[in-house]
């Protein structure tokens, strides 16, 4: 493709390039192209006008929800980086690029005395994935704190600013498409309790550290809690804890977790979901969505 050409002699597109070490499974294969871009500039030179309708397009962020396939992504990967990671706190409201980091984004509104986004600091994701996932914990989700978002559409280089009641957020979900590019986002603020914020991180912090897998490899909550109930529960009641593909495991700590071993492949992460799914669906009649984004297979999941 004459534009790809262009973008890989201007050395703002590379060919070949791994994303599993940008995932937090640390799994899968290499993007065919990829772009890492820091600035305005480099972005708008890119997709100013429009990526070709026949180029798959993937825009990655802190990779926390994603599962590469083992054979890598066939089109184009883009990660923001540099100036799409800054944040700035006005007063009752923060604007921040869609790479800043969601820990870094509760704490630095902490520090600016305000407060609202404290749910953000266990959540290992970028501002661009919680928008299009609606991510969410202790009873907040991304949709309750969000203003609106700059989007950018791959396929035509317009640039939209699209309000929170605009985005289609349900549960672990949106209308952000796989050709939108959320480049910030604004997000409203509280004049709250500083001193109760902090705590209420620490207690979150805290919680996850006692109920969740740290320090290990997965992508957090595998599936979506079914209506009136929750995934780990039912893999947990069927005594799936331990189950394992490979290095990949159901963990003891929370079934709704799956946690691979530095050696584990995409493949047995997908293949643990599927026979997880399928012995749920056996054995309780009930059909598990994955929440956990699957790139680039073949399959359904
Ligand atoms: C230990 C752990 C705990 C977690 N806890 C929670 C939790 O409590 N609640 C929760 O909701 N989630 C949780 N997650 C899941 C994950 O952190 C969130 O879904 C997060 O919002 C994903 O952000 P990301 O930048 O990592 O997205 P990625 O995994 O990089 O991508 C996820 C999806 O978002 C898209 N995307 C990413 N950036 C952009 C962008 N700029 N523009 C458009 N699309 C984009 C990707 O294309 C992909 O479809 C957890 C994950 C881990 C590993």
């Known amino acids: 493709m004459a534009m790809l050409e262009q973008a890989l002699a201007a050395g ?3 060919e070949e390039v791994p994303l599993g070490p940008m995932t937090t499974y640390k799994a899968g294969g290499n993007a065919r192209w990829f772009a890492e871009l820091g600035h305005g500039t480099q972005l708008q030179e890119l997709v100013g006008s429009g990526l070709p309708a026949d180029l798959e397009v993937l825009v990655i962020g802190r990779g926390s929800n ?5 054979s ?3 089109g ?7 100036e799409f990671a800054d944040v700035s706190v006005g007063e009752g409201h923060v ?8 820990p870094r984004l509760a704490r630095q509104v902490v520090e600016a005395c305000q407060t609202g986004l404290e749910f953000f600091v ?9 928008i299009r996932q609606n991510a969410g914990c202790f009873g907040v989700e991304t949709a309750d704190v969000l203003i609106e978002a700059t989007v950018i559409d791959l396929r035509t280089g317009h640039v939209s600013t699209r309000a929170a009641e605009d985005l289609g ?3 672990r979900q949106s209308n952000v498409g796989a050709a939108d590019l959320v480049v910030d986002a604004v997000f409203q603020l509280e004049r709250g309790d500083v001193e109760d914020a902090r705590s209420r991180m620490k207690e979150i912090t805290r919680w996850r550290k006692e109920h969740q897998p740290g320090g290990t490899l997965n992508a ?3 599936f979506k809690n079914p209506e009136g109930a929750a995934a780990g529960e039912i893999i947990d009641r069927l005594g799936l804890k331990g189950m394992s593909v490979g290095g990949v495991s159901v963990s003891t700590k929370h079934a709704n977790f799956f946690v691979a071993t530095q050696d584990a492949t995409a493949t047995q992460v997908a293949e643990l979901v599927a026979a997880v799914k399928a012995a749920v669906l056996e054995a309780t009649g009930t059909k598990l969505e994955t929440e956990i984004q699957f790139v680039g297979f073949d399959d359904e999941h």
Do not use: E, Q, W
């Open 95 to 102: 604007r921040a690029g869609s790479a800043a980091p969601l």
């Open 122 to 130: 266990g959540v290992p994701g970028s501002v661009g994935g919680a």
């Open 72 to 74: 890598g992504f066939p």
């Open 220 to 222: 957090g909550s595998v």
């Open 169 to 171: 957020l349900g549960y």
């Open 12 to 14: 703002i597109v590379s």
């Open 76 to 82: 184009l990967a883009i990660k923001l980086t540099g």
């Open 66 to 70: 994603m599962v590469v396939s083992d």
